[in-house]
């Protein structure tokens, strides 16, 4: 599975962004996918998943701003950000899983395919 990010930028504070994550290979809809995000010097941190029967998660610093979707007839998976705030900025990742277990889907050891990567910056 190959996967490319795209839609990052600049917004100020209060805006919304839509990112996209477009995947590679016939299999995509049997995938679960993740976002998640780094900031330099530290830890990749999750933000959203999609398990491929529809079940989403989302980390606490983001519920009910975020809202992670998918169409399996595009391959793509898309992270709706809104209310941006200046901490969310980092760059986004997103990822493939051919399964989760439990909490599994917010731990990055279990994706085993990534995209590049699309910086997000939110200004005060």
């Known amino acids: 599975v190959q996967l490319q990010a795209s839609g990052g930028g600049l917004v100020q504070a209060g805006g919304s962004l839509r990112l996209s994550c477009a995947a590679s290979?016939?299999?995509?809809?049997?995938?679960?996918m993740g976002w998640f995000r780094q900031t330099p010097g530290e830890e990749r941190e999750f933000v959203a998943a999609i398990k491929w029967s529809g079940s989403t998660y989302y980390a606490d610093s983001v519920k009910g701003r975020f809202t992670i979707s998918r169409d399996n007839a595009k391959n793509t998976v898309y992270l709706q950000m809104n209310n941006l705030k200046p901490e969310d900025t980092a760059v986004y990742y997103c990822?493939?899983?051919?399964?989760?277990?439990?909490?599994?889907?917010?731990?990055?050891?279990?994706?085993?395919?990534w995209g590049q990567g699309t910086q997000v910056t939110v200004s005060s």
């Open positions: 290979g016939r299999t995509f809809s049997s995938y679960g």
């Open positions: 990822a493939a899983a051919q399964s989760f277990y439990g909490d599994s889907y917010a731990y990055a050891r279990q994706y085993a395919y």
